[in-house]
T-cell receptor, first 114, second 117 residues
Framework: QKEVEQDPGPLSVPEGAIVSLNCTYSNSAFQYFMWYRQYSRKGPELLMYTYSSGNKEDGRFTAQVDKSSKYISLFIRDSQPSDSATYLCAMSEVFSGGYNKLIFGAGTRLAVHP | GAVVSQHPSRVICKSGTSVKIECRSLDFQATTMFWYRQFPKQSLMLMATSNEGSKATYEQGVEKDKFLINHASLTLSTLTVTSAHPEDSSFYIC?????????????FGPGTRLLVL
């Protein structure tokens, strides 16, 4: 079983739709949760970063973490064609005095059509 | 802020040659840099972690003699693929963690596409 599971899609939605992207994980030690957006042939771009459970909103994006269910979500409101990309969830444990290794999901390919 | 660059963006080489990829943090100092490999339609796989002034830490299954990493300064890390073979063809991405900020945040470079013929 992978540490982080993410449906690779593709997910196709019409412009203006609300998009829900999800990841599940098995390691209860994960404390930090991130969402990255990756356009084709580009490096990932950090979208959202959350610590522990709860919601975080930034413009059209809302990140949600439910540690009891080991489930995280990213919601995109009023989706635009420019949101078409691969969305990667990533998470890490807390290390003392060192670096945090990020564990990535497989990425979900999203296509928003006009 | 938090811009990471990579050079070259794309390289094509013959089998058996060595290829060096540079990763630079342009507007911040990075005590730690990470090297990932990404195959088509797959997620990022961490290859190694490099800390400025010390030896890199390689992930299980990654050959340290084949993928040489040098983190000579707080703004530069290099990955050298030695004696590259076609199976090394991939998208190589570096990331950097900014010194003093949340340890969990990594900023990624644009990636280097390597094709070994």
């Amino acid at each position: 079983q992978k540490e982080v599971e993410q449906d690779p899609g593709p997910l196709s939605v019409p412009e203006g739709a609300i998009v829900s992207l999800n990841c599940t994980y098995s390691n209860s030690a994960f404390q930090y949760f991130m969402w990255y957006r990756q356009y084709s042939r580009k490096g990932p771009e950090l979208l959202m970063y959350t610590y522990s459970s709860g919601n975080k909103e930034d413009g059209r994006f809302t990140a949600q973490v439910d540690k009891s269910s080991k489930y995280i979500s990213l919601f995109i409101r009023d989706s635009q064609p420019s949101d078409s990309a691969t969305y990667l969830c990533a998470m890490s444990e807390v290390f003392s005095g060192g670096y945090n290794k990020l564990i990535f999901g497989a990425g979900t390919r999203l296509a928003v059509h006009p | 802020g938090a811009v990471v660059s990579q050079h070259p963006s794309r390289v094509i080489c013959k089998s058996g040659t060595s290829v060096k990829i540079e990763c630079r943090s342009l507007d911040f100092q990075a005590t730690t840099m990470f090297w990932y490999r990404q195959f088509p339609k797959q997620s990022l796989m961490l290859m190694a972690t490099s800390n400025e002034g010390s030896k890199a830490t390689y992930e299980q299954g990654v050959e340290k003699d084949k993928f040489l990493i040098n983190h000579a300064s707080l703004t530069l890390s290099t990955l050298t693929v030695t004696s590259a073979h076609p199976e090394d063809s991939s998208f190589y991405i570096c990331s950097a963690r900014e010194q003093g900020l949340a340890r969990e945040t990594q900023y990624f470079g644009p990636g280097t596409r390597l094709l070994v013929l």
